[in-house]
């Protein structure tokens, strides 16, 4: 079964810092990937998701970008971090029709 | 499109007494539904999922989920609440349209509090 490496687990950011947060995928090839963030007290909402390489869709108008330069890695990035883009962020991968997707263990974000 | 709303924000159980999760959905395609769990701060554990097989689900940690067409609904049970069962839980919905794309839609999200 595939396994997730997301990193770091916490991060404590400026206001107007860059952002990169990297995530891995193993056991498996060709996979659909996913950026969720879920703000606190809150569902998840899917940011990107991605079916191959270069090939990143946009879920909602946002602060943030997301890059796939190789088949399991999956790359979430800022220019500029504001206070809204704290919260807990979440890899994923598989979710292809009637299956599940596998998550990461998350990255909490903290914009101060 | 797909949605899924969980009818309940908080539900608090005493030990060993049942849980009920309450989870309704809306879908244009024969749906697949699945129930994660997330513990504070950790990412999501699958529970189960259905894909039109078997209408009651069997997941792990004895929880369960019945599939409902005529009521639109995959309400999450398990006879016995451990202390270990507290815990955030999302029912989620699978894109099933043309765009293949798999995404899940998630539920806002059940707090399951246990007290002893």
């Known amino acids: 079964s595939q396994t997730i490496h997301q990193w770091p687990a916490t991060l404590v950011q400026p206001v107007g810092s860059p952002l990169s947060l990297e995530c891995t995928v193993e056991?498996?090839?060709?996979?659909?990937l996913y950026w969720y963030r879920q703000a606190a007290g809150r569902g998840l909402q899917l940011l990107f998701y991605?079916?191959?390489?270069?090939?990143i869709s946009s879920e909602v108008p946002q602060n943030l970008s997301a890059s796939r330069p190789q088949d399991r890695q999956f790359i979430l990035s800022s220019k500029k971090l504001l206070l809204s883009d704290s919260g807990f962020y979440l890899c994923?991968?598989?979710?292809?029709?009637?299956?599940?997707?596998?998550f990461g263990q998350g990255t909490r974000l903290t914009v101060v | 499109a797909q949605s899924v709303t969980q009818l309940d924000s908080h539900v608090s159980v005493s030990e060993g007494t049942p849980v009920l999760l309450r989870c309704n959905y809306s879908?244009?395609?024969?749906?697949?539904l699945f129930w994660y769990v997330q513990h504070p701060n950790k990412g999501l554990q699958l529970l189960l999922k259905y894909t039109s097989a078997a209408t009651l689900v069997k997941g792990i940690n004895g929880f369960e989920a019945e599939f409902k067409k005529s009521e639109t609904s995959f309400h999450l049970t398990k006879p016995s609440a451990h202390m270990s069962d507290a815990a955030e839980y999302f029912c989620v919905v699978s894109d099933g349209g043309s765009g293949n794309t798999g995404k899940l839609i998630f539920g806002q999200g059940t707090t399951l509090q246990v007290k002893p």
């Open positions: 994923a991968c598989g979710g292809l029709i009637r299956r599940e997707a596998f």
């Open positions: 879908s244009s395609y024969s749906p697949s």
């Open positions: 991605s079916i191959g390489i270069d090939q």
């Open positions: 056991g498996t090839s060709n996979p659909n």
